[in-house]
């Protein structure tokens, strides 16, 4: 794209628009006065050598939004599932978290609204970002970097999209309102299929642009090569390519630059961030100036004593881990309990149980306030890896190799080998495994459903999950008041 | 990591709204010069209006609306100013000023056809909707028909195929009325209800002067106007809630028309809206100039006490803290927890040396 176009298009026409609103009926030629400033031009974005990755960070920082990954995000991809409730007081809803956990919303439910702006406005910066960096003035290896970041990003909001909603408005470039064919193209949804093959192919370009590692400690946590690899491989998971899962979950372990971290408790702790087994998370920052996952983890946390309780464990949760498993203990804050930093629970909170992996330290651990913690969210880790490599050789008649990875993660959580090769029973085992290993990382709703087994697991949990309906959640009812009826609901809503 | 983007969508076809303005007027001054006054009819075409209109979700614009040329609005009505001046004798002089307007606002197009939907109660329902033919902002609400008193009464409301109408809804439950017929409860069913823009505009000042004391009044009102009550409709925990409630459905006050206590959205109803009519006294002023000969002993040229009495009275039908409530043009009398004006009491002294 030329330069002339895009200087075209960052034209601020303010100085137009202050004069008007002091004077009525005047159109004459004479006040068409042409702007004096013109901001941003192309190569503002080249002017020194932190804005072009200034562009692609912002990509990253939607994910700090309160509406990208709290509370709308637990309600959705979490309290919905069998592994949590609501929590909080009865009379505590958080608009329509009650609905989310007994499957009465509506389309004009807050959440999914929430949720497909947040979504929606991260692509919105990845293709800003993407229209911009090929026109920069910097050196091409920094420009297919970034490219492949901004990509990788694109591809998580719309994986997050996808696994909700089914197939959306495809978007992968900057819109223009006053444009006949692109406000139709952003209200006519694509197939699942299309996004599907959209997320695939950022994949597999951020894939091939990114580094394993990045040398500078500035750029931790910035998506990698083997982050690209591993989403790739979830995403064929869902698409159940087990032969693709299974090249790609390979092609991690052989980096020989992950593995398992011996306690799994540490995960979720400040020591444990951006360790050997993460392999992609958002990134928070706890000191001033302090910018974390707005109130992600104080909304959780136990009420009455640390924050609001919401997104709690269930007994059927609590249930599922087998006697001796040490990942109970470190998913499951228990009333009356003492936490590794010394706080002693309340023996009495309103709600049973409480989400460890959402705990944070005020004294052992970096903290300026509730609200902007420096609690990362992992969203890849390396378990994970082991399970879609366990999940894919099981799947390819391949038990001996789905056996042995699935037993390293057992092993991890102090638990006795499984020796059964039953593909069946093997299955159930590994979607078993998972549950327990990824528990409150918000998988379990999307897990169940693209095992196919979502209704009955729900009905099984006493909710009333109407399959045909439920297994997509509704397109939210404003987006299709504004494209005049021409975005189409899910099924059944 | 510090971050930079562009978010704030633009419309680069942004043009100048234009207004055509038809004024017909005419002024006088009677009874030597007593009586003066003004009557005005005006007629307003904007055309292009700009609006910071909704804009879809994929666009990526953080607040969700933009400016862009919107619609046509009409604006026509009229204005009437009488003042009465009169000097009774050397000690008393009175003054009586009156104002009145009505004005008819009305969506002559709208740019792409698309009605425009607006008003967010922060919930995930909505409240307004503009349209040609309806005033801008106009409320477009489900119209409601009481509560569900009894099991009977909601097992009673079926459609023609015998299901019910409202399936979700329990008994204390508003009852939804199905308006175009067809057996459901959908957005069909809602209709407009007015708007905040008020249809009448009163305004009013007294003021005499009788040797030392001087005394002015004035206040205004708006007459014809619709809020939209959402604090009655939803409050978020640990808030107060209107003492109403306490009246409310429940199995042991079956006859209240006072929806159920219920933890869920409640939709956007006719229930929740009231007339905006008010009339407010804004100002109050009493005033005393102390005698000259009294100052001349203390070199004072001139002393006055008075006091001043500032927003103390509002007559209203509303149930909420305060009927004025402007926002954007189309979100604007939407009551979501708003601070009640404050009513001010002066006594003071102006001294001059």
């Known amino acids: ?61 939607k994910m700090l939004d309160w509406n990208q990954h709290s509370f709308s995000w637990m309600g959705v991809s979490s309290i919905s599932s069998d592994d949590a409730d609501k929590g909080s007081d009865p009379g505590d809803t958080g608009a329509d978290k009650h609905q989310l956990d007994d499957w009465t919303f509506s389309a004009d439910a807050i959440s999914f609204k929430e949720l497909w702006e947040s979504n929606y406005g991260g692509i919105a910066r990845a293709n800003q970002a993407l229209l911009i960096i090929p026109d920069m003035t910097i050196e091409e290896d920094l420009k297919k970097r970034l490219e492949g970041e901004s990509r990788f990003l694109r591809a998580y909001y719309y994986w997050n999209l996808v696994r909700m909603f089914g197939g959306v408005p495809k978007i992968d470039k900057v819109p223009d309102p006053s444009n006949e064919e692109d ?37 931790l946590g910035r998506a990698t090569k083997g982050a690209a690899a591993t989403f790739l491989a979830k995403v064929n998971l869902y698409q159940k390519n087990f032969g693709e899962v299974r ?13 398992l971290v011996d306690d799994y408790a ?16 958002v990134q928070a920052r706890g000191v001033t100036p302090a910018k974390g996952i707005a109130g992600y983890a104080v909304s959780q946390m136990v009420r009455n004593q640390l924050g609001w309780g919401i997104n709690t464990p269930t007994q059927s949760l609590l249930d599922a881990y087998e006697p001796g498993d040490v990942r109970r203990d470190a998913t499951i804050i228990f009333p009356g309990e003492t936490m590794w930093d010394g706080v002693n629970i309340i023996a009495n909170p309103p709600n049973p149980w409480y989400n460890e992996k959402a705990y944070f330290s005020k004294t052992l651990e970096t903290f300026e306030g509730d609200w902007e913690t420096n609690k990362n969210l992992r969203i890849f880790r390396y378990a994970e890896v082991l399970l879609m490599k366990a999940e894919a050789e099981n799947e390819l008649s ?32 590994i979607w078993k495994e998972r549950r327990v290993e990824l528990a409150f990382e918000h998988d379990r709703m999307f897990d169940l459903r693209r095992q196919g087994r979502a209704g009955d697991v729900m009905r099984a949990h006493g909710k009333d999950y109407v399959d045909g309906k439920h297994d997509l959640f509704p397109i939210p009812q404003r987006q299709i008041e504004l494209s005049d009826g021409l975005l189409k609901q899910n099924p059944n809503y | 990591m510090n971050g930079g983007t562009i978010q704030d969508v633009k419309d680069p076809n942004l043009q100048w709204e234009v207004t055509t303005e038809t004024d017909l007027g005419v002024e006088f001054n009677l009874f030597g010069n007593k009586l003066s006054g003004e009557f005005d009819y005006y007629k307003k075409t904007t055309t292009d209006a700009l609006i910071n209109a909704p804009i879809d979700a994929i666009y990526g614009d953080p607040n969700g609306v933009f400016l862009t040329n919107k619609a046509d609005v009409l604006n026509k009505g009229f204005e009437v100013v009488l003042n009465w001046n009169d000097r009774i004798n050397q000690d008393f002089n009175y003054n009586i000023g009156f104002t009145v307007s009505r004005n008819k606002n009305s969506i002559d197009n709208v740019s792409d056809g698309i009605p425009i939907v607006s008003g967010s109660l922060n919930n995930g329902q909505v409240t307004t909707r503009t349209e040609v033919g309806q005033p801008i902002g106009a409320f477009w609400l489900y119209q409601t028909d009481g509560v569900f008193n009894t099991q009977e009464e909601l097992d009673g409301y079926v459609n023609e195929a015998g299901n019910p109408i409202q399936p979700d809804a329990i008994t204390g439950d508003l009852k ?73 459905w429940t199995a042991d006050n079956p006859n209240s028309n006072i929806p159920r206590a219920s933890n869920n959205v409640p939709v956007a109803s006719d229930y929740y809206l009231e007339d905006g009519d008010y009339f407010r006294i804004n100002n109050i002023t009493l005033g005393y100039t102390l005698p000259k000969d009294w100052m001349e002993a203390v070199k004072i040229e001139r002393c006055r006490v008075y006091f001043s009495a500032r927003n103390a009275i509002t007559w209203m039908n509303y149930s909420g803290y305060t ?29 001059n040396f």
């Open chain 1, 1 to 61: 794209m030329d330069n002339k176009k895009i200087m075209k298009k960052y034209i601020v026409k303010g100085l137009a628009v202050a004069v008007l609103a002091m004077g009525g009926a005047c159109s004459d030629s004479f006040l068409d006065v042409e702007p004096h400033a013109e901001m941003l031009p192309a190569d503002y974005f080249s002017k020194d050598e932190n804005v072009p990755v200034e562009v692609v960070n912002s990509i990253y920082n």
């Open chain 1, 183 to 219: 406000v139709i193209n952003g209200r006519t949804r694509a197939t699942e299929e299309e996004i599907y093959d959209l997320i695939k192919g950022d994949l597999q370009f951020a894939y091939e642009s990114l580094p394993q590692v990045y040398n500078s400690d500035a750029d």
């Open chain 1, 247 to 259: 090249r790609l979950t390979d092609e991690v372990i052989g980096y020989g630059i992950y593995g």
């Open chain 1, 266 to 281: 540490t995960i979720w702790r400040e020591v444990g961030e951006n360790s050997k087994e993460s392999i992609f998370e």
């Open chain 1, 398 to 429: 391949n038990p001996t190799d789905a056996l042995k990875a699935l037993n390293e993660v057992r092993l991890r959580a102090k638990l006795g080998k499984v020796t059964e090769t039953n593909q069946d029973a093997l299955r159930l085992l």
């Open chain 2, 176 to 248: 939804l009325v199905d308006t175009n017929g067809d057996g459901i409860i959908d957005e069909e069913d809602r209709v407009y209800c007015g708007s905040y823009n008020p249809k009448m505009m009163i305004g009013l000042n007294l003021g005499f002067t009788y040797k030392n004391l001087d005394f002015t009044v004035d206040g205004y009102g708006n007459f014809g106007n619709k809020i939209y009550n959402g604090k009655k409709a939803q409050v978020w925990g640990g808030e107060n809630i209107e003492a109403a409630l306490a009246g409310r």
């Open chain 2, 323 to 351: 009927p004025e409530l402007p926002k954007g043009s189309l979100d604007s009398g939407i009551e979501l927890g708003a601070y009640p004006q404050t009513a001010s009491y002066f006594v003071g002294l102006n001294v």
